[in-house]
């Protein structure tokens, strides 16, 4: 009998902690906190809006219902499935939060967008007239002819797909990448290529979310931007989603958890005017106030380390996966950088890349192309990063296919007389599977660092 008891106690128990489990994966499905909708943040796509107010444009009612039937899937039996997420993030390496990877999501399909965004990149002329008549005109034409040199895995697809937002972050845990900088341009702005994308970013952070992944800004230079559009547009970013639980806040030494912005191509705004948004006595100053946070500017040249520091930026990243292209991204000078950010209180945050090659857009950037050596290029650049002792690396890029920096799975295809790179002899999740094993060695470093 108190055999009988014991088992009895032991399959309540058990129980009771299966629902327990039960109930804290199903909240990953979904952030606490209003205006961020369905799990899949369905409610700020303006397509599926469209789709349940019933005034869809008939041209595209048919990738209206396909993108209601690819989130209907995904939602289907989500119940039944919870152990199996479950399960599945056990099985992803621990994500590293300390490594960064740029993220895209200007790409667009018929299907989710009416038509091709970005896929079909146009070729871009050479600034010199009498070279650009050496080189082919026109645009891409995808499915088969896409601005890339490379073939994604998952075809020419859409950023608002959420079966493909949530391969990527499936592919992001693969990798032990913590966060995911997302390429941003304010509400109904957009870059010359594309479409406006900031309605995409509660789905993004949703199923970022899902896999404990966090996701931190990279501001694009829109139209305007200056010191006080800045101000607007950290407001905006941090009142609409700085509650998320994807929100990324990085830790400072006096225990403050600031969200951490990269101001791209931050040199074309005059260090004086910066210093209106970055200094305390800026006329639109942040600092000090619910908004601040930690800004990263953009090293290209070597001067602009002290106008970085002028500014009142708090660090500086390279993003440029080209070695010897820049200062900034030449491996020999991340020392010399790392002492004058060290020398200053600044954050030196080196970008890393598998390899560079553009010459399906720009035909006569062939100069600038950057093999990847079978993952080796990729190896070289990382091991760089790792001797100068930097506090966060970031990777150029998860998904910058026009520029061949992608990490992104990628395949084997030819069409017509176009032959695609590919990763071979290795397999698609080859530069993820580097990334997981330098992750890895990245965490052990900075544990003997702070011994």
């Known amino acids: 009998m108190a055999r009988f008891r014991r088992k009895t106690c032991i399959t309540l128990i058990g129980l009771i902690l299966f629902i327990f489990g039960t109930m804290v994966v199903l909240k990953t499905l979904r952030p606490e906190g209003a205006g961020f909708g369905s799990p899949f943040g369905l409610g700020l796509f303006p397509e599926l809006q469209r789709a349940e107010s019933g005034d869809n444009p008939p041209n595209h009612q048919k990738g209206i219902a396909d993108s209601k039937s690819a989130v209907d899937q995904l939602k289907k039996g989500s119940t039944k499935s919870i152990m199996t997420l479950a399960a599945k993030l056990e099985e992803f390496p621990v994500p590293n939060y300390n490594l960064h990877v740029f993220y895209y999501s200007w790409y667009g399909s018929p299907q989710f967008d009416g038509k091709y965004i970005h896929w079909d990149h146009p070729v871009l002329p050479h600034w010199d007239p009498k070279v650009a008549t050496n080189f082919p005109k026109g645009r891409h034409s995808p499915p088969d002819d896409i601005g890339s040199n490379f073939y994604p895995g998952l075809g020419a697809y859409s950023s608002r797909d959420p079966t493909v937002i949530e391969a990527h972050m499936q592919q992001l845990r693969t990798a032990a990448i913590g966060v995911l900088a997302l390429s941003w341009y304010p509400p109904g702005m957009k870059d010359d290529n594309g479409e406006s994308t900031d309605n995409l970013v509660p789905a993004i952070m949703d199923i970022a979310h899902k896999y404990q992944v966090k996701v931190t800004f990279h501001i694009e230079p829109y139209k305007g931007r200056d010191d006080l559009s800045m101000y607007n547009s950290i407001k905006y970013i941090v009142d609409k989603y700085g509650d998320h639980p994807a929100f990324y806040r990085y830790k400072t030494s006096n225990g403050k958890h600031l969200p951490l912005f990269y101001v791209y191509d931050s040199y074309l705004t005059s260090p004086e005017m910066w210093t209106g948004l970055l200094k305390e006595s800026g006329h639109h100053s942040i600092r000090n106030t619910a908004y601040d946070g930690i800004f990263i500017g953009l090293l290209v040249e070597e001067k602009q380390k002290n106008e970085i520091l002028t500014a009142g930026f708090d660090g500086l990243y390279t993003y440029f996966a080209t070695n010897g292209f820049s200062f900034g991204s030449s491996h020999r000078n991340w020392k010399s950088i790392k002492v004058f950010c060290d020398s200053n209180n600044l954050m030196f945050i080196p970008s890393v890349g598998p390899g560079y090659i553009d010459t399906s857009i720009r035909p006569w950037n062939f100069h600038n ?37 992608q990490i992104e799975k990628a395949i084997p295809k030819t069409a017509g007389q176009t032959t695609y790179q590919d990763y071979l002899p290795h397999k698609a999740d080859i530069y993820l599977e580097i990334t997981r094993k330098w992750a890895e060695k990245f965490q052990k470093e900075r544990e003997k660092w702070l011994v």
């Open 369 to 405: 192309t950057r093999n990847r050596i079978n993952g080796k290029y990729y190896e070289t650049a990382l091991s760089a990063a790792l001797e100068v002792r930097t506090e966060i690396v970031s990777i150029t890029s998860f998904n910058e296919w026009h520029e061949g920096t």
